[in-house]
Structures are given as structure tokens and as C-alpha cells.
């Protein structure tokens, strides 16, 4: 039995496709993947991902218990509202999950986690908790909705209780706002402006109702995923697992290793990989024709080799874009073998679009 | 409700074949295949002169989820494709009995075509696959 978010009624008034997405029913598409891509980088789109989790935790030790759990580091979290990227790792490095920190107040802080990790990354989560004294409170009390592209706050803002507004009208990239059970974070997974929101399910609903009676485009997580991909941002379970260390993920940039003696979990095994992987992860543009998928055989003209992570159509460039974890000594041009055949990529440096524009 | 059009013959992988008057047949994927597939981004027909085998697998479809094949209804060899599908892939969405369709090849024996599905009869096929 599949479980279902709060607007799985909405979706199915919409004419949705739905899919099993890591035990949840959720909408693949409503009518044109292609549309939902295009709406959000012109104007709104709105996405149902109440199926991933908001975790609060609670307890004067909670900045001290982030720095030890997650590889990023929270010190960095100075303003309260502001937020974090980071890889929650093993010991052995391998990344249990990616995730969002928001810092709310020294008592405080809120993590986002993955829908398919939620349970395993509760159990992680509260195991290393307890020396730390912090409470692990799961918000299954809350749903999410991201609201995307150029128009997004505006049309948000507008629904929005008026203290409320004002706060998320003058909220800075990467930071969150709150009243009550309201929360609004300037975040996203689309390479555009916008919102991503947590609220009590029959609130989120009716704000759902509103922004699709103003215009914003109800979209499905296969538009979620062109946009994401185009925006150079990886996928847990696809780009990066257990398997995998940030290293060989492209999540370098998410590590923090400063200061040198901040122990958090993984740094042993993640210091001997240092400027050592065997392994890099790589952004590729197609130049033949065809579709990149992922699983694909990647090769390079100086015998390095590997495989792409994520692939597809990039609606914004028409042309097909990929991920793939090479050998590290894979430099210059590259071939992807496409139902057989080895059509010509190259190398770029990710994001491929970024608010509305294409960067490569 | 996916459109099945009277007149034109199909077999159970989803293409559709019409006879023309010069003894050439035009083939395409149906309504019912494209509207599965979703937005159709990338189509590989096959070129001109290449000989097919009946059941042969000969072109590509790619929509943004996956890739699929398109197969030969019938034997023959083919005489034209649709150069219009490489630029503007999404005709075979919105039309595909008419601007979407593939290509066209010459039957090593016409007769194969009448032994296909008829409309009603593909009807009933996908009315089973929902």
C-alpha cells in the first residue's frame, strides 16, 4: 500500500500520472513534462514533496551535535534562518544522506531529509543524538511544497498572513522565515528564485488550491528532475549512497574542513581520500545526437573510463546533459555509449542553467 | 481516450500502417504509444534503402523518461523517412497519424498488411493494458 501526501486528492483533480516514488504515490507528471520544466524557468511552478521529511531538533547541545553529525559545518550558520547543504556520512565516509540545516535558534534547528532515507536517517540521527542530549522530533505533522521560478514569491507572498509576508518578502537567498507552524525557506532544487515551504498538511493544501487558482503550474517530479539536473544538483540514491563519499560525488564543496580539529563523523576516512580519489564526478554535455541516460559507458581519448550517474534531455539547452563518475585522470573529450553507438560529449563545469539562462 | 482511427492497420508493439496508392505503406507509433512515452524529445527513423525484416527493430523513440524501440509491422524496404521528427520530435505527440509519422516502405508483399489488426481489434488491446 503506497502512501499518500496530503494533495494526493489535488493531483488526481489534475489529471496527474502517479507513480511509485520511494513508497509514496506521487505525481510523475500532469500533462506535459516538457510545460511543467518550461513554467518554472519562465514563470511558476509548484512541486508536491511533502513525501521528504522535516526533523527538528531540540536542546541548548544542538549547534555542537550538527558540527559532529553532518560534514558540512554549521558554525557557518551564523544569522538564525540561515541554511546548509551538507552529506550526513558513516564513518567509512559513504553518505547516508544529503539534507538541508536550517538554523532557527540555539535551541533549535530543522534538517530536510530524503523521502526514501527518512526512516534509516531517524535511527542514525537519534542514535548519535542521545550523548548530546538533543531531542529528534519527527514533523510528520507537516507537508512541503517548493514553489519555483521567476514569478514564485511573488505569487507565494501574496498568500502569505500579512507579518508573514513581510518577512519572506525581505528574506536573502538560503535563508528561512517563520510564524507559528509556518515555515518559508528561499530555497530549491530547480536552479531558480523561490520558495520551499513547510506547513500543517490542511494548510498546504489550501495554499496548493490558491497558487493554482493564480497561475502557478502544478508540476511533477519528472520535470523535478530535468530541472535538477540542469541545475547541476545531484540526486541521493542515483548521483551518490552509502557506497559513495562526497569526494567521488561532486560534494567536494560541501565539506567542511575547516577549522582542522572540528571531529564530525567520516572525517578520518575523508582526510585518506584527500586529493586521492580514484575516482571524480563530472558534468558532460552531449554534441552527437541522442539522449544520455544514466548507467551509460562513458570513455575518454586518454583511456580513462567511467559511468553516467544521471542523464536526460535538457529542456531549457534541447540538447541532453549527464553526470558521470570517471577516472580522475579523465580530462578533455569524451564518448557516451548510447544504445550501442559512441557519440561524442564534452566536459563542463556545471550548473548548466542557472535563473532562466544556460551557463555552458 | 486514446484515438485508434478506422482504416489503418496495427500490430500489438504499438505502430500503425496505411496503404498508399502508389503500393507504398506509411507507418508511425499511435496515439495510444505516444501518449505513454510522454513528450517525445529524440526519434531515430531508419534510412532510406535500408531492408527491413518483419518484427525488425529499425527506429528509436526517446521521450524525456525513457527510450523506446520502434519495430517494422512488416517486411520491406524503405523509401522514405520523415525528416521533419529530427528537429521538431514533439509532432509525433500531437499528431502522430498524420505529421508524426516515421517512414514509408515499399512491402516485399503488400498482402502482410491485411493480416495485421484492424482498429477494433487494437482497440481491444489497449483497452486490456489499462
Excluded at chain 1, 519555483?148 to 508573514?164: F, H, N, T, Y
Excluded at chain 1, 511533477?220 to 563519499?245: C, F, I, P, V, W
Excluded at chain 1, 550501442?340 to 544556460?358: D, E, T
Amino acid at each position: 500500500m503506497l502512501k499518500k501526501t496530503a494533495l494526493h486528492a489535488e493531483h488526481v483533480r489534475l489529471g496527474a500520472r502517479l507513480v511509485d516514488f520511494a513508497g509514496w504515490e506521487m505525481p510523475i507528471q500532469y500533462q506535459s513534462q516538457l510545460d511543467e520544466h518550461h513554467a518554472v524557468r519562465a514563470g511558476a511552478g509548484m512541486f508536491d514533496v511533502a513525501h521528504m521529511s522535516a526533523v527538528d531538533l531540540h536542546g541548548p547541545r544542538t549547534r555542537e551535535f550538527l558540527r559532529k553529525l553532518l560534514a558540512n559545518d554549521v558554525a557557518k550558520l551564523t544569522a538564525p534562518g540561515k541554511a546548509l547543504y551538507s552529506c550526513m556520512l558513516r564513518e567509512d565516509a559513504g553518505i547516508i544522506d544529503d539534507l538541508i540545516a536550517y538554523f532557527i535558534n540555539e535551541d533549535w534547528f530543522r534538517l530536510v531529509v530524503n523521502a526514501g532515507t527518512t526512516e534509516k536517517d531517524l535511527a542514525w540521527i537519534s542514535q548519535q543524538a542521545a550523548a548530546f542530549g538533543v531531542s529528534v522530533k519527527y514533523r510528520d505533522d507537516l507537508g512541503i511544497v517548493a514553489v519555483q521560478g521567476p514569478e514564485a514569491r511573488d505569487k507565494v507572498i501574496k498568500q502569505l498572513p500579512s507579518e508573514l509576508a513581510a518577512a519572506a518578502q525581505a528574506v536573502g537567498v538560503f535563508q528561512a522565515v517563520y510564524a507559528g507552524d509556518w515555515f518559508v525557506g528561499r530555497t530549491g532544487y530547480t536552479g531558480e528564485d523561490g520558495f520551499e515551504l513547510m506547513l500543517p498538511h490542511a494548510d498546504l493544501v489550501k495554499l496548493w488550491q490558491k497558487l493554482e487558482a493564480d497561475g502557478v503550474r502544478a508540476c511533477g517530479l519528472g520535470a523535478r528532475d530535468t530541472l535538477r539536473l540542469e541545475a547541476g544538483m545531484n540526486l541521493y540514491g542515483q548521483d551518490m549512497d552509502e557506497s559513495k563519499h562526497p569526494l567521488e560525488s561532486g560534494l567536494g564543496w560541501t565539506i567542511g574542513w575547516d577549522p582542522a580539529d572540528r571531529d564530525f563523523i567520516g572525517r578520518t576516512a575523508l582526510s585518506a581520500l584527500r586529493g586521492k580519489s580514484p575516482q571524480k564526478f563530472v558534468s558532460l554535455v552531449l554534441e552527437g545526437r541522442g539522449v544520455v541516460r544514466a548507467h551509460m559507458k562513458v570513455r575518454f581519448a586518454n583511456g580513462a573510463e567511467g559511468e553516467t550517474t544521471s542523464g536526460g534531455f535538457a529542456p531549457t539547452m534541447k540538447s541532453s546533459i549527464a553526470f558521470a563518475r570517471v577516472d580522475a585522470k579523465a580530462e578533455g573529450a569524451c564518448e557516451v555509449e548510447i544504445r550501442g553507438q559512441w557519440v561524442a560529449a564534452k566536459l563542463v563545469k556545471a550548473p548548466f542553467v542557472r535563473n532562466g539562462k544556460v551557463l555552458v | 481516450m486514446s484515438n485508434v482511427p478506422a482504416g489503418l492497420k496495427y500490430v500489438k508493439s504499438h505502430e500503425w500502417i496505411k496503404k498508399l496508392a502508389d503500393g507504398t505503406v506509411v507507418i508511425g507509433i499511435t496515439d495510444h504509444a505516444q501518449n505513454a512515452l510522454g513528450d517525445l524529445v529524440f526519434v531515430e527513423v531508419p534510412k532510406v534503402g535500408r531492408k527491413l525484416a518483419a518484427n525488425e527493430s529499425c527506429a528509436v523513440v526517446e521521450s524525456v523518461k525513457a527510450a523506446s524501440d520502434v519495430y517494422a509491422p512488416i517486411a520491406g524496404e524503405v523509401t522514405e523517412a520523415n525528416g521533419a521528427l529530427n528537429n521538431t520530435p514533439e509532432i509525433l505527440n500531437s499528431d502522430p497519424y498524420e505529421a508524426g509519422w516515421m517512414w514509408k516502405m515499399k512491402p516485399n508483399n503488400i498482402a502482410d498488411v491485411d493480416a495485421l489488426l484492424d482498429a477494433a481489434g487494437y482497440q481491444q488491446l489497449i483497452d486490456e493494458l489499462n
